[in-house]
């Protein structure tokens, strides 16, 4: 099996809210931007980057509802294309397994 797992921190910018799917599934959605320093070929190098965050399902989007922007979260899930029609997208989707206000 391969590994596709993502923990990271960052500030929540944008709130999109919650959904729900023709099947009756919870869908929540914000936007994180993470900023930090790493170090690459032994230099210290900034970095930032958005990302989409989607959860789904009962427990894990009963946790986003009381997300605001500016709180800062760790998330932890898998990384998915964000079009399944698309097959040529190159743009991520988060996918929030869990959330830890920080």
Same mark, same amino acid.
């Given at each position: 099996?391969?590994?596709? $797992?993502?923990?990271?921190?960052?500030?929540?910018?944008?709130?999109?809210?919650?959904?729900?799917?023709?099947?009756?599934?919870?869908?929540?959605?914000?936007?994180?931007?993470?900023?930090?320093?790493?170090?690459?070929?032994?230099?210290?190098?900034?970095?930032?980057?958005?990302?989409?965050?989607?959860?789904?399902?009962?427990?894990?989007?009963? $946790?986003?509802?009381?997300?605001?922007?500016?709180?800062?979260?760790?998330?932890?899930?898998?990384?998915?294309?964000?079009?399944?029609?698309?097959?040529?997208?190159?743009?991520?989707?988060?996918?929030?397994? $869990?959330?830890?206000?920080?």
């Amino acid at each position: 099996m391969e590994i596709n $797992q993502l923990v990271l921190s960052g500030i929540v910018t944008e709130i999109k809210g919650l959904r729900y799917t023709p099947a009756g599934v919870p869908h929540y959605s914000f936007m994180l931007e993470h900023r930090s320093r790493q170090e690459e070929a032994g230099v210290a190098r900034e970095v930032l980057c958005r990302i989409k965050v989607e959860a789904r399902g009962q427990d894990i989007t009963s $946790q986003c509802e009381n997300l605001s922007a500016s709180d800062r979260v760790v998330v932890t899930g898998f990384l998915s294309r964000a079009s399944y029609k698309d097959t040529s997208a190159t743009q991520l989707v988060l996918h929030a397994q $869990q959330l830890e206000l920080r």
